[in-house]
């Protein structure tokens, strides 16, 4: 057992003794995730008269550029609720083979940000494809830069060999992430962006998911939200 699990795991032995009136399920109280190196805990807020203050308590916002955003943000990407990243949170995220993407502009995100997620603005990934920006973000999330790519090789790729179909004439996604991104919620059309830039870098659609609800969803549920150090 690795001292990172013991870290998460103790905290949770000892809290066992003070239950939650708001729980975010029937079974579980909280979540725990680190975040910018320290341990955070992911639980709903207790107080049941609390109300959303500021920009999401509003219902209303000019669109565009706020448009409701569809449920599918692209072909083969899944979206999923709350629930989807806790899980992913508690497995892909603490085992290191997931990342969790706050797509906005870095203004947005030093207001506030959900737990264990890392900032990657949306615009990063319409950068042309040799910008160091770019591939620097890209092997964060584990994607490796190929060079010159023979004829052959590619043609026997492109059967599905070889692991062709994590591959592309740039990059070698065999070891990428499992992603979940993320932005202001469903009128935001960040997060989407992100997506389809990705989608057209070539990154699986299987590794991609979207949390549709992003902020706004989070904060109407009085989950726990960080402001970056």
């Given at each position: ?6 870290l998460?795991?103790?905290p ?17 109280d ?26 999401f ?23 999923i609720?709350q629930?989807?990243?806790?899980d ?5 995220l ?18 506030g ?5 890392i ?9 042309d ?11 964060i ?36 992430k ?17 997506i ?6 070539g ?13 706004q969803?989070w ?11």
């Open positions: 057992m690795t001292i990172r699990l013991l998460l795991l103790l949770m032995a000892l809290s066992n003794a003070h239950a939650l009136d708001v729980k975010l399920t029937p079974s579980r909280f979540v725990e995730v680190i975040h910018q190196s320290k341990l955070i805990k992911i639980q709903r807020i207790q107080d049941q008269d609390h109300t959303l203050e500021g920009g308590a509003k219902t209303s916002r000019k669109c565009p550029p706020f448009c409701i955003q569809p449920m599918q943000a692209a072909e083969g990407v899944k979206t609720g629930l989807e990243i806790f992913f949170m508690e497995k892909e603490l085992d290191e083979t997931g990342l969790i993407i706050d797509a906005r502009t870095p203004a947005w995100w030093k207001r940000t959900i737990p264990g997620s900032n990657i603005p949306f615009t990063v990934f319409a950068l494809v040799d910008d160091p920006q770019l591939i620097d973000m890209m092997h999330l584990g994607a490796k830069r190929r060079g010159e790519v023979g004829g052959f090789t590619r043609t026997i790729e492109s059967f599905g060999l070889m692991g062709g179909d994590q591959k592309n004439d740039e990059w070698d996604f065999t070891s990428a499992k992603l979940v991104l993320w932005c202001n919620g469903m009128w935001c059309g960040q997060s989407p962006r992100a389809k830039g990705l989608l057209e870098l990154y699986p659609a299987d590794k991609i998911m979207y949390y549709r609800g992003g902020m969803g904060q109407s549920l009085g989950l726990t939200v960080v402001v970056p150090e």
